[in-house]
């Protein structure tokens, strides 16, 4: 059951926030008004349409407003066309966005805590920093002593209808997955343009 906060941020700035949002059980009760009191909200400004789409991504990915803004410094310094897809590299690439887009956590809030209370290992040294930026080769395990545990049992039935992006992959066999490409902006619900302008201002 998706809790009255995270219920009104979804409906504030739209279902692909949470995991939890992204059902019709939400959105039945969100066109419903959700929430007693709620009022249709006005079409934004350009700048509030700016902010609402940098608070999509600070909640989507569980990123601090400084961890953000350092994001966006490091892609603009790539000018043109590559200022966009390297922005999103910089997001899919933290070490907790990778175990969960591995189908090895229900969300991103779960991997980052997997991650500090170190089941993981990046090429083969323990790593406990949520941040931590992989790059293609980079090759992530479960540690050995974490396998046994309730948190990785049936990764392979769980995982059997899962097709994790083409820029990853895990074996459920070895436990083991690995980057093996950048990853491609085929994210719809961020408008990563709009907040490299926000903070372009």
Same mark, same amino acid.
């Given at each position: 059951?998706?809790?009255?906060?995270?219920?009104?941020?979804?409906?504030?700035?739209?279902?692909?926030?949470?995991?939890?949002?992204?059902?019709?059980?939400?959105?039945?009760?969100?066109?419903?008004?959700?929430?007693?009191?709620?009022?249709?909200? %006005? *079409?934004?400004?350009?700048?509030?349409?700016?902010?609402?789409? =940098?608070? @999509?991504?600070? /909640?989507?990915?569980?990123?601090?407003?400084?961890?953000?803004?350092?994001?966006?410094?490091?892609?603009?310094?790539?000018k043109g066309a590559g200022t966009v897809d390297?922005?999103?590299?910089?997001?899919?690439?933290?070490?907790?966005?990778?175990?969960?887009?591995?189908?090895?956590?229900?969300?991103?809030?779960?991997?980052?805590?997997?991650?500090?209370?170190?089941?993981?290992?990046?090429?083969?040294?323990?790593?406990?920093?949520?941040?931590?930026?992989? %790059? *293609?080769?980079?090759?992530?395990?479960?540690?050995?002593?974490? =396998?046994? @545990?309730?948190? /990785?049992?049936?990764?392979?039935?769980?995982?059997?209808?899962?097709?994790?992006?083409?820029?990853?992959?895990?074996?459920?066999?070895?436990?083991?997955?690995?980057?093996?490409?950048?990853?491609?902006?085929?994210?719809?619900?961020?408008?990563?343009?709009?907040?490299?302008?926000?903070?372009?201002?």
């Amino acid at each position: 059951m998706i809790s009255k906060p995270k219920f009104k941020i979804c409906r504030r700035l739209g279902p692909g926030v949470y995991d939890k949002c992204q059902t019709s059980k939400f959105r039945t009760a969100s066109t419903k008004g959700g929430l007693p009191g709620a009022r249709r909200p %006005k *079409a934004p400004s350009e700048y509030g349409a700016q902010l609402i789409e =940098k608070q @999509k991504i600070r /909640f989507s990915y569980g990123i601090t407003e400084r961890q953000l803004s350092n994001y966006v410094k490091k892609a603009s310094n790539i000018k043109g066309a590559g200022t966009v897809d390297k922005f999103y590299e910089e997001l899919e690439c933290r070490l907790d966005n990778v175990v969960y887009r591995m189908g090895l956590s229900p969300s991103r809030r779960a991997a980052r805590q997997m991650v500090s209370h170190g089941h993981f290992i990046v090429n083969d040294k323990k790593v406990t920093i949520p941040s931590y930026e992989l %790059k *293609a080769g980079d090759v992530l395990k479960i540690k050995e002593g974490s =396998k046994p @545990k309730k948190l /990785f049992a049936n990764i392979a039935e769980k995982n059997k209808d899962y097709n994790p992006p083409a820029w990853i992959t895990f074996d459920t066999g070895i436990m083991e997955g690995k980057i093996v490409d950048r990853p491609k902006n085929t994210e719809s619900f961020l408008d990563l343009n709009a907040v490299l302008e926000f903070y372009s201002r």
